[in-house]
């Protein structure tokens, strides 16, 4: 297996969780070849904004020599003209076709809400295709572009990750009453992968999802979530909100011969350069592409460590009420991960 993983610090609270996380997994003395690479805005600006895009083109050669990506938080300027986001090239340029994210609660954090299920998110085609067009003067439409192979890569993967996991459930979010062509074809092979792979399926209404999440989450554990691209993208946030902080979501942007991970937050500018940022999603993250690159142990060392550093509530960020830096917190999780492995 290729070893070799690309890390994009990014910009914002970037630099400062990327850091935490590369530290962590020091500390597990990982086998895997980190190569440290420039992306997103802020090098772009300083660049003098010359590049068409937010990558440049030395960490595109470097992208292309890797096995995996990890991806710092990036922002995305909102100017005409301005490049799309890292995210959405890096998912289009590697058809990272499944967004994951697994939404957990813990103990300290929500006592008395308890949830474990994971999000599927199409992360190629949908309103994220990129195809608007003025159709006269003050109008103008967008594509949600829905293909049958797009569903069925992510269909599988997701009813692959419910069978290895042991959970017996799908559910599908969709709009089929009104989105009857493109969601139809979702829907058609939602049914199909589930079936093949012997779970049951539910479908569910996207705005009535919206409400059930808010009401009872709870009745979503032990199922695998799946959807087009925008409607996952607001329900799995939606999740994330009721985990507490944003902080602690992870998640990895998967395609056949390539992987990203990335902590689900995003740059946060407000609060960069303070030691505030809560690095605990970019080092789950983190722990995550170790697994995938063939460190299984390290990967549950870390994520062993968080837990026990997140519920214990001694050496935590402000965001989940302690009043740790980002690298005293880092260090907890690190000093950790690494005693369990030494066991
Ligand atoms: P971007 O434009 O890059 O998406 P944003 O500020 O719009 O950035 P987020 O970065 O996701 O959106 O953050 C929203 C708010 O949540 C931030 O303003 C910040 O206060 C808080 N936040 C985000 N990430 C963290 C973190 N790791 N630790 C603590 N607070 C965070």
């Not at 597990?28 to 690479?37: F, L, Q, Y």
């Not at 090239?89 to 590697?94: A, N």
């Not at 959970?167 to 139809?184: E, H, P, Q």
Request: charged share 20%.
């Amino acid at each position: 297996m290729n070893k070799k993983a690309a890390v994009i610090p990014g910009d914002g609270i970037g630099p400062e969780v990327v850091g935490a996380m590369l530290e962590v997994l020091r500390s597990c003395n990982t086998g895997i070849e980190i190569i440290e690479c420039e992306a997103g805005s802020e090098q772009w600006e300083r660049n003098g904004r010359r590049d068409s895009t937010y990558i440049p083109e030395a960490t595109s050669q470097v992208l292309g020599e890797c096995g995996a990506c990890f991806k710092g938080p990036t922002t995305t300027i909102p100017e005409p003209g301005a490049p799309r986001s890292v995210a959405v090239t890096l998912r289009q340029r590697f058809e990272l076709y499944a967004n994951v994210r697994p939404v957990r609660t813990y103990e300290r954090i929500t006592p008395g809400r308890d949830l474990d299920f994971v999000c599927f998110r199409e992360a190629t085609e949908g309103l994220y295709a990129g195809v608007e067009s003025d159709v006269g003067p003050g109008a103008a439409i967008a594509i949600r572009k829905v293909t049958r192979r797009g569903c069925d890569r992510l269909l599988d993967a997701a009813a692959r990750w419910a069978v290895e996991r042991g959970m017996s459930r799908m559910v599908a979010i969709t709009k089929r009453n009104i989105l009857k062509k493109t969601d139809g074809i979702f829907w058609e092979s939602a049914r199909r992968a589930a079936g093949a792979a012997g779970l049951g399926v539910d479908e569910i209404y996207i705005d009535n999802m919206a409400q059930q999440m808010v009401l009872r989450p709870e009745q979503f554990n032990g199922a695998v979530l799946a959807s087009t691209n925008l409607f996952m993208d607001i329900i799995s946030e939606l999740a994330s909100g009721l985990a507490g902080s944003i902080g602690l979501i992870y998640s990895a942007n998967i395609g056949d011969a390539f992987a990203m991970f990335e902590a689900a937050h995003g740059s946060a500018p407000d609060i960069a350069g303070r030691g505030a940022a809560n690095p605990a999603a970019a080092i789950l993250s983190g722990a995550w592409m170790a697994g995938h690159m063939g460190e299984a142990d390290v990967r549950d060392a870390i994520f062993s460590a968080a837990e026990q550093v997140i519920n214990g509530g001694g050496a935590v960020t402000a965001d989940i009420g302690g009043s740790a830096t980002t690298s005293q917190m880092s260090a907890a999780i690190a000093g950790a991960a690494a005693a369990s492995l030494r066991r």
